[in-house]
């Protein structure tokens, strides 16, 4: 009845052909293992110390608790490896423990990750602004000048940024740093406003981390309204109050860091790792879009001017085409229509009797500060 | 042999992993890498190890492959703490003025690059002592930073020299993993020098520059090379190219040919044949493999498409409008597109592996032979090695290992 099988002590590199014999003694069972051929006894393993390892198909690899790690028995063919799980049920027992217990590991670590992640999701905007209060305003700023750097020697081509009317004295330049001023007073911001009209032909404005606004001529000539200048003036200095170009910066560290740790390619060099932090990130840019709109909102409780005019000039400048919308999923800009809901919900209640935010003689001076630019096709909409 | 007592033939090395078999366990483990948020690589990855250390059979008796996937996990764990750091470093870097932040940046490169010549070590340390042969297991010694900085500046020399250096890298770095690998109590050893290496190195090193050069040649007066570049030069550039590939793998063979062939275990030394044909054979496997599962997914993709956006094909015509419109707010299609590109990206991998990776195994394993196997019948094991937690740092660096 005895089954053949070959066997590895784990303490010398020797290999014995081995017969098997099951010894049922009392409760527990026991694998006896004696050398083919003269029968000398070369192990006693009881039956519940036996565990099954992972081999070929129909090849039967045993270990046993207390032996040597590498100690093997090896049984070959699907006839004599049925007998012995036959033999031994508590080996297909502890071979199904161990699946449940791996299973049970994946789906503990798959928990946790899940959990990583709808907590990433849902506290980085709150840890993002938490941590930018501790970056100190001084590098924010220096920051802000070395973005401005790129950014001009990017648009070297077209002759870098150059400002519309270099006096800062003049009516315009500053009744635009005096509505820059009112608009910042009381959010605590500890940044100093530089706003920059500058000629361009790209219809466009932005905030740049540490004070820096550059309004772009081109949009300048299509406002047709204060209402439509002071919106999108209002709505980039919320990004510089909430220092949201901070807060991307450091979402999009953690993003990166988060989907390297899902793809298990922390160099992030991966497409998936790219497209996966976009959408991430698109998601904080969106809240940080609409909360710049609020902060307007807020300013125009203060000055005369209907923050929904900012809505109108970025239809204007770029209607919501067929391919903002299909991708408005992936998009950092939310739809301009959904927007121009929320501002006017948020302008109903607006206090009569404000000042306007600029005088007749200033609103004349700032649009007609850039001169004369050639009217281009509007392709970039405002961030 | 007077003192050996009987003659031993040299033994094949058997593998006896068949293509399905793998092919099963990946297309399986890609299906749960989605509900575990990838994380069923890890146990992916023990599983394609004990397919591959099971079915490679020396002398009646196969390895064992005894590493767990937790382990895997923990030591990527690990791993974070290294890169957890250096990601702080990188988002500092990028707010720095513009020459600060490439200096920085390129630093930070250079230090990838060490540290994946660590992480190489470190590697293969824990899958040799995760291996077991007859009971015995295998291991590592050395040091993984004597490696990395070996690595280092090897591939500096490298670099300076136009690559004539390479033949004297690769010995060195042979030499030093299996001088510093075991087998129980018995070192192993190597006999190989870049004498071996230097011939074939540099016969294909003058080949592929000649090639290149015609290729070139042919290539710039019918314009490939202006910009914009006219496509009509291509063919040349791609046929240099093609005959490129054909050199390296020539190369491959005659480097893993002679370098395998110099591994010695006492009185135990290893002879393996790899034939460059071998390699170009699955190289071109690979090719067709990964056309063919491209078309199939291309023809799968439309009919997806059809179905979700059915009339913007209305009439034969493909019609972007339409099409967008329908992509307009659609979460279904945009799932449709994220679930076909990790098609895309599994249908690579899933060819990868089964040609390039078995292949190669497999080429290796068969033509491998040992002679003086009986001399490690009195291989003793030495003490557990505990110290490692899986080889977290390579997997985290994309340091493609089996
Ligand atoms: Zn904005």
Known sequence: ?383 | MVWGGTEEKPVPVKFTGMRRELGGMLLRGYLLLLPTIGLYRFWLTAWKRRFYWSHTEIAGDPLEYTGHAMQLLLGFLMALAVFVPLYGLFFYLSTLSSQAAIVGYGGVGVLLWFLTGYAIYRARDFRLSRTLWRGIRCDQGGSAWNYAFRRFFWSLLVIVTAGLAYPFMSANLWAYRYRNSWYGDRQFGFVGSWRQLARPFYLAYGIVVVIGAIGLGLAAPMGALDSPPNPAGFPPLLVAALLIGLVFLYYRSRELTEMFSSVRLGGAALTVKVRARGLVWQHALFGLGLVGSYILLAIGGVVVLGIVAGTAFAGGQFDLDIFMQHMQGSLITLLAIIFGYLLILAAFSLMVELFLGLGLWTLVARGATITGLNSLRTVRARDEDKALAGEGLADALNVGAY
């Open chain 1, 1 to 383: 009845m005895a089954i053949a099988a070959r066997f590895h002590d784990g303490l010398v590199a020797e290999v014995e052909a081995v017969e098997l014999e099951y010894q049922a003694m009392g409760a527990v069972g026991t694998l006896v293992i004696r050398r083919s051929g003269d029968g000398a006894e070369l192990g006693r393993w009881p039956a519940n110390t036996l565990y099954a390892l992972h081999g070929r198909r129909d090849e039967l690899r045993l270990g046993a608790n207390g032996q040597p790690a590498g100690a093997r028995v090896v049984v070959e063919g699907q006839h004599d490896v049925a007998r012995v799980l036959a033999t031994l049920p508590v080996l297909t027992e502890k071979r199904r423990q161990e699946a449940g217990r791996q299973v049970r590991l994946a789906v503990t670590a798959t928990v946790a990750l899940a959990a990583v992640i709808a907590a990433y999701l849902y506290g980085v905007p709150l840890l993002a602004s938490r941590i930018v209060g501790m970056v100190p305003a001084a590098w924010e700023a220096s920051l802000g000048e070395t973005v401005a750097g790129q950014m001009e020697a990017s648009l070297g081509e077209s002759g870098g940024l150059q400002l519309c009317d270099a006096n800062p004295d003049s009516l315009a330049n500053r009744a635009i740093a005096r509505f820059g001023a009112e608009a910042l007073a009381g959010s605590g911001s500890p940044f100093d406003l530089d706003i920059r009209v500058v000629r361009s032909d790209i219809p466009n404005a932005f905030a740049l981390p540490g004070g820096q606004v550059f309004f772009f001529s081109s949009l300048l000539e299509q406002a047709q309204t204060q209402d439509e200048f002071a919106g999108v003036l209002a709505h980039e200095i919320g990004h510089v109050a909430y220092r949201h170009g901070m807060e991307q910066l450091i979402s999009t560290a953690g993003t990166g860091a988060l989907i390297g740790f899902i793809l298990g390619d922390m160099t992030g060099l991966s497409v998936a790792a790219g497209l996966g932090a976009t959408m991430i990130d698109a998601r904080f840019s969106r809240d940080a879009e609409r909360q710049a709109d609020a902060f307007a909102a807020q300013v125009a409780q203060r000055l005369d001017f209907n923050p929904a005019g900012l809505a109108d000039l970025i239809n204007r400048v770029g209607a919501d085409d067929e391919f903002a919308r299909a991708l408005a999923l992936l998009n950092t800009h939310p739809l301009t229509e959904d927007r121009k809901a929320a501002l006017e919900i948020l302008s109903q209640q607006r206090p009569t009797g404000l000042e306007p935010p600029f005088t007749a003689a200033e609103w004349r001076a700032i649009r007609s500060m850039c001169g004369a630019t050639p009217a281009a096709e509007p392709r970039t909409k405002t961030k």
